[in-house]
């Protein structure tokens, strides 16, 4: 079975600070994509970014970051001088049966993150 | 392009009542899946359509159904409503169908209150 775990409930910050939120996965899967989405308080969740298990490639864009990490199972983000519209819901997700096409995932319990000014 | 729409956006109803909720995916995507999101039990996959076909469903009971129109918009139905399917009910679609999931683009939601 599928099980992504996101053991940070809540992170509090001050605007300016860097901050990590971890996500480590489970799946017997060899091939799979991993997610993650932002939901601001409007609801919508806002897709961020995918991975797929073959690329261990850590990827930046503008002040965000990920760190994909087989060996740990490990999918870990970080906002680089974090400002207040940062402050959302984070969520980390897998792909489920990649080969077969199928398209749900399974998401960790996120991560409330609150950027103070 | 226009995003993913869901109407209602709110809706209240009674225990023992039905429901159905609608999304219209991006133009041109062809998967619709369906999310229930509760404090509780999180972010929940209840079903997945392509081209009209329930393609893969997540462990919810039959009350929850759904199905998709040749036009790509989907509905999803809650019958005898109880007071744990007050949720926000989210809806993603997807495009294409070649091994693999693209990323997924979410609808604001529903938020059902069951009274």
């Known amino acids: 079975a599928q099980k992504v775990t996101q053991a940070q409930t809540e992170i509090s910050v001050v605007e300016k600070e860097d901050v990590t939120l971890d996500c480590v996965y489970e799946?017997?899967?060899?091939?799979?994509?991993l997610f993650w989405y932002k939901q601001p308080p409007s609801g919508e969740l806002v897709f961020l970014i995918r991975?797929?298990?073959?690329?261990?490639q850590n990827e930046i864009s503008g002040r965000y970051s990920w760190n994909f990490q087989k060996s740990t199972s490990s999918f870990n983000f970080t906002i680089t001088a974090s400002q207040v519209v940062d402050s959302a819901v984070y969520f980390c997700?897998?792909?489920?049966?990649?080969?077969?096409?199928?398209?749900?995932?399974?998401f960790g319990s996120g991560t409330r993150l609150q950027v103070q000014p | 392009k226009a995003g993913v729409t869901q109407t209602p956006r709110y809706l209240i109803k009674t225990r023992g009542q039905q429901v159905t909720l609608s999304c219209s995916p991006i133009?041109?995507?062809?998967?619709v899946s369906w999310y229930q999101q509760t404090p509780g039990q999180g972010l929940q996959f209840l079903f997945e359509y392509f081209s009209e076909t329930q393609r893969n469903k997540g462990n919810f009971p039959g009350r929850f159904s759904g199905r998709q129109f040749s036009n790509s918009r989907s509905e999803m139905n809650v019958s005898t409503l109880e007071l744990g399917d007050s949720a926000l009910y989210l809806c993603?679609?997807?495009?294409?169908?070649?091994?693999?999931?693209?990323?997924?683009?979410f609808g604001p939601g529903t938020r059902l209150t069951v009274t």
């Open positions: 133009s041109g995507h062809r998967s």
């Open positions: 993603a679609s997807s495009g294409g169908r070649t091994a693999g999931p693209y990323e997924q683009y």
């Open positions: 799946t017997r899967d060899t091939t799979y994509y």
């Open positions: 997700a897998l792909s489920e049966a990649v080969d077969t096409g199928r398209r749900a995932l399974t």
């Open positions: 991975r797929n298990s073959f690329d261990e």
